[in-house]
Every structure is written in structure tokens, then in C-alpha cells.
């Protein structure tokens, strides 16, 4: 069973940053599909960032939003997902989930990868303020 856990969520101000981490105790995470999405109160989830986890640190795509400011990469030593995010808007406010699935599945754009990406973490609360 494929078991994804987020941490680094908390409280900043408007400009700061934060750094998530998503566990994967059950794999390994090199060569799958993984990726961190965001869901704010009201809203449907978005895509933020994911990476195939490819030769080379893989290749990785963004949402339009965080482009810029957001970093994502793994940890291979740690068999970690990470999420660097800086310049932080209020509009990141969201809980942010980790997820993972094939391969090929990042060939999709973030919005399909969302709806079929097949494990999903439990979630890390991100709040900023102005």
C-alpha cells in the first residue's frame, strides 16, 4: 500500500517561505509520478507543481501561479518530495497534499494529473498573511 506524509505546513507572512517534505515510507521515490496539489477553502484542488522523477532531477512542470517562486525536487537520500515555496501570497493559503502514481502519468497536465493520480497524502495546512 502506497503511503504518502506531508509535513513543513504552518503560519507565515505574506513574502516569507516554507519548505514541505512528503514522505514515502512504503517506495521508493525515483521513477514515479509525484506531484503537490493545493486546495483552498471553497475551491476545487489545483495542481501546484510535479516532477517524473527522471534521470537528472526529472523533469518538472508548474502551475502558471507559482512559477518562479516555488521549487519542487527529491530528496533521494531521504526518499523524500520536496515543495521549496517562497515569496509567499495569501492566495497560497491552501492545504497543500502530496501524490503520487506511474510514471507516464506526468505526461499529463496538472489538472488530469489530480484527477488520476492514485495516492494521495493526508495534507499540510499552509497559511499566509498580509
Known amino acids: 500500500q502506497v503511503q504518502l506524509m506531508e509535513s513543513g505546513g504552518g503560519s507565515v507572512q505574506a513574502g516569507g517561505s516554507l519548505r514541505l517534505s512528503c514522505k514515502a515510507p512504503?517506495?521508493?521515490?525515483?521513477?514515479?509520478?509525484m506531484g503537490w496539489f493545493r486546495q483552498a477553502p471553497g475551491q476545487e484542488r489545483e495542481g501546484v507543481a510535479s516532477?517524473?522523477?527522471?534521470?537528472?532531477?526529472?523533469?518538472?512542470v508548474y502551475a502558471d501561479s507559482v512559477k518562479g517562486r516555488f521549487i519542487i525536487s527529491r530528496d533521494y537520500a531521504k526518499n523524500t518530495l520536496d515543495l521549496q515555496m517562497g515569496s509567499l501570497k495569501p492566495e497560497d493559503t491552501a492545504m497543500y497534499y502530496c501524490?503520487?502514481?506511474?510514471?507516464?502519468?506526468?505526461?499529463?497536465?496538472?489538472?488530469?494529473?489530480?484527477?488520476?493520480?492514485?495516492?494521495w497524502g493526508q495534507g499540510t495546512l499552509v497559511t499566509v498573511s498580509s
Open positions: 516532477n517524473d522523477g527522471g534521470d537528472g532531477g526529472g523533469f518538472s
Open positions: 501524490a503520487a502514481g506511474p510514471h507516464f502519468l506526468c505526461g499529463l497536465e496538472l489538472a488530469e494529473q489530480s484527477r488520476r493520480l492514485g495516492a
Open positions: 512504503s517506495f521508493t521515490v525515483k521513477s514515479w509520478c
